[in-house]
């Protein structure tokens, strides 16, 4: 199954991109762009690279996840949204590396916006001062101290015009999902679907950048110069538009076509935007748009060795017949554990593979499990003690989805269930699971075969077990007759 999900990821990522190509890092998410780098967000940590491509470096290491990253005007320091403190708060760290400072300390949520266009204050969003379910926009000083509410009733995003008396800004959006272009429910068009307007600071009027008649959903604004770019969903899919705020007038910003552009953020003469898991850079003067192509040489902490605590992921457990020990399946591997003294035991240690669905043998000596490990679902078994080679057995033609598995009690059958929730019978005497060569028996209609579990497919089963003596097979679940060949 897993071979047949990579092969769909890899038909989409073609369609997508328009062509094959060599795979960079994946998910990289949240760009802000200055005159010569860029900043995102990667594996909870913020990374930063040339605008030209290449290795990125990272740049925060902070515990907890840091994202939102906003570059200051002049591009020394990168204003960011992290929680190293226990909380969501807004931290201010130097483009060049070094250790980031906390500004805001509020019990609520704070999350990075943008900057003033001096430099001197880190625009945030935040729910201090809201007595429901809304934000507004607060600055504070880049070296923290008190904040400053902006006169707006309430707000969710925003950025400066170039003199700071405007703001261009999201008075309201759906509220209780991640902040991307399509936090909204897609293609919403509804009474929360998010307009963008245009404020005046002195006096709090509001001029609204034109909708169409049926509404739609516009956020992210970027004030570059005269213009207000912004992602909006009016034409289908995320896409960026520009308003030309002197001459009234509304463009589409040609761009690369695929999926919705999730994010965006803007420097003088480029905009930088996630689309697809990938970066983007586009040049405002000469309409050029290119992929930014970025290696990270640094190792993840998340892909080092390490221990975990398994008391919240254990999915199954199964006693021994004789109770001394029992069986758990837990983050994809197979342990034994003893009842009172004695080791645990990875039968499995197989990082990277799922081992699932464990069942022990009636004479204790051996546990079967299904495993991915190739690609598709197989049964292994093994002993108990972890000793000697694993057998693998093949299963199911087509692969499909297995769960469940039942020996009989003279240890020489095993009862599977199939995703079609078809019982299949499995002889070791016959193939598999003697080590004599595989074969499965599936159960197909007027099949009266002796030994078979069923005479015809079953819908709705969940659970088989051997009834003795080792002939029947007991089936629970709201069981009914499938369609044939089902």
Known sequence: MRGRARAVLALLAVIGSGGARAEGPRWLRRPAVSRSHVVFAYADDLWIVGRGGGEARRLTVEPGMETDPTFSPDGTRVAFTGQAGGNWDVFVIAAAGGEAKRITFNPAVDTAVGWSPDGARVLFRSDRASFADFGRLFTCPAEGGPAEELPLPAAEQGAFSPD?????????????????SQAAWKRYRGGAASPIWLADLADSRVEPIPRPPGGCNDSNPLWVGDRVYFLSDREGPARLFAWDVGAKRLSKVPTADGTDILSAAAAPGVIAYERLGELHLLDLESGKDRRLEVTLGEELGTARPRHVWLGDSVQMVVPAPNARRAVFEARGEILTVPA????????????????????????????????????????HVRSQDGLGPVRKFAIGDPPSYFFHLSWSP????????????????ARPGDGPFDARGPRAVPVRPHDARPGLVARRPLAGVRQAAREPPARGLRLRGPVREGPPGH
């Open 410 to 425: 003279d240890g020489k059958r095993l009862g599977l269930l199939r995703q079609a929730a078809s019982p299949v019978g």
């Open 164 to 180: 700071g008396r405007r703001l261009a800004y999201v008075p309201h959006r759906y509220h209780g999902s991640a902040p991307d």
């Open 340 to 379: 009172s003294k004695g080791a645990i035991r990875n039968l499995t240690s197989t990082p990277g593979v799922a081992e699932r669905q464990p069942a022990w043998s009636a004479d204790g000596k051996s546990i079967a499990y299904y495993s991915d490990e190739s690609g598709e679902y197989a049964l």
